[in-house]
């Protein structure tokens, strides 16, 4: 049972360049979440969707883009990469009965 | 504003047992989360309460009062693999979520 899967898990980009995170899960969660989550700060949310099809800004969305064509995955998109960018981004989906979420293992990403 | 408080840091001894707190100050409220989060790694859940009470799993257990807006983890017997960050995380009316910055547990010999 794989869970979450994110890739990819590490990825250096100059500023300017674009990327896709990609985001699958095999619960057939209906709700997945991209956060961010930089040195002593807690998860902060990106985007999230709550269904196939749909996605919703969260916290701190700005040059961001998601994408949810299908229900298994969540894909988050930066279309001119900054510095300010440089984080750990953590995907997640949510069993809507306990509202525990289940995360991947994360993408680090550095922007120079 | 939504706001979610716990400590830093906190230090305890192998074996014994630590109580880390997090109030809370959210638009309503559907409920209380706490993940642990190992250095490098992914959040995992411990434990949810939506009623005022204690609620053991193992040796950790979770604390709620919702008057006061109040929970503590609380974490027996220690070892060293507890050493981590605890994220403290409340979910409002409109079932989002509300993550606190986390407490970085420091377990010694």
């Known amino acids: 049972n794989a869970g979450v899967t994110q890739t990819p898990k590490f990825r250096v980009l100059k500023t300017g360049q674009s990327m896709t995170l990609l985001c699958a899960q095999d619960m057939n969660h209906e709700y997945m979440y991209w956060y961010r989550q930089d040195p002593g700060m807690g998860l902060r949310l990106i985007h999230y969707s709550v269904g196939e099809g749909t996605t919703a800004k969260g916290e701190v969305p700005d040059g961001y883009n998601v994408s949810r064509l299908k229900k298994q995955n969540f894909l988050l998109g930066l279309e001119s990469a900054a510095p300010s960018q440089t984080s750990v981004y953590f995907c997640?989906?949510?069993?809507?009965?306990?509202?525990?979420?289940?995360f991947g293992e994360g993408s680090r990403l550095t922007v120079l | 504003g939504q706001n979610i408080d716990q400590p830093t840091e906190m230090t305890a001894t192998e074996g014994a047992i630590v109580q880390i707190n997090c109030t809370y100050q959210?638009?309503?409220?559907?409920?209380l989360f706490w993940y642990q989060q190992h250095a490098g790694e992914a959040p995992t859940f411990l434990s949810y309460n939506v009623l005022d009470g204690l609620e053991e799993k193992g040796r950790f257990s979770s604390f709620l009062s919702r008057s006061k807006g109040y929970s503590y983890l609380l974490l027996k017997e220690l070892q060293m693999k507890d050493s981590a960050s605890y994220l403290c995380?409340?979910?409002?009316?409109?079932?989002?979520?509300?993550w606190g910055a986390g407490t970085k547990l420091i377990i010694k010999p």
């Open positions: 959210t638009s309503g409220f559907n409920g």
């Open positions: 997640a989906s949510r069993r809507t009965e306990t509202g525990e979420l289940f």
């Open positions: 995380v409340s979910m409002d009316s409109n079932y989002q979520l509300i």
